[in-house]
């Protein structure tokens, strides 16, 4: 059974900092490229950052650019989301993907 899990979201100042967890199970995690994407409210999902298996390889929305790390730990089987200098707009739901599965979410609110 397939399964991401994430965790770290929370309540954050703008300019402040949070690190999201996924930790994956049920597959050959080290084969799958993995992503984050966000759901604000009232909008679309959005890709936010994507790694290769290796983690040779990221990509980043232009908004999250020089802000966000995506990186992965393959003995851990866990993808992670160093946000810094957080703004309000990153406020979302925060998802997990890997291979054809998501994850369940985790609330960032990003407000003073």
């Known amino acids: 059974q397939v399964q991401l899990v994430e965790s770290g979201g929370g309540l954050v100042q703008p300019g402040g900092s949070l690190r999201l967890s996924c930790a994956a199970s049920?597959?050959?995690?080290?084969?799958?490229?993995m992503s984050w994407y966000r759901q604000a409210p009232g909008k679309g999902r959005e890709l936010v950052a994507a790694?290769?298996?290796?983690?040779?390889?990221?990509n980043y929305a232009d908004s999250v650019k020089r802000r966000f790390t995506i990186s992965r730990d393959n003995a851990k089987n866990t993808v992670y989301l160093q946000m810094n200098s957080l703004v309000t707009e990153d406020t979302a739901v925060y998802f997990c993907?890997?291979?054809?599965?998501w994850g369940q979410g985790t609330q960032v609110t990003v407000s003073s």
């Open positions: 049920g597959f050959t995690f080290r084969n799958y490229p």
């Open positions: 790694i290769t298996a290796i983690g040779g390889s990221t």
């Open positions: 993907h890997g291979w054809d599965y």
